[in-house]
């Protein structure tokens, strides 16, 4: 890939031209697109690495274990 254009830097997301105050996106919502990949990914991070002891599917614990209300 060669940089054609000078300085000129694409969105990552659309291609478009940068907008300064998006940098490196060309618009709020492609910010808002790679920061959701980019959470998504986070967050998967540590999904995968529990075995799910809170939040089994079906383990039927909690059902019987009634929380404290107050
Ligand atoms: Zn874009």
Do not use: N
């Not at 031209?17 to 990949?37: E, H, N, Q, T, Y």
């Not at 990914?41 to 107050?70: C, F, H, K, N």
């Amino acid at each position: 890939m060669s940089a054609a254009g000078s300085g000129v830097r694409r969105c990552a997301i659309c291609r478009r031209p940068v907008d300064a105050r998006w940098r490196p996106f060309c618009s709020k919502r492609c910010a808002d697109i790679d920061l959701g990949r980019w959470l998504g990914e986070t967050y998967r991070i540590p999904a995968e690495d529990a075995p799910g002891d809170e939040m089994s599917d079906d383990g039927g614990q909690a059902e019987d274990d009634v929380p404290p209300r107050s």
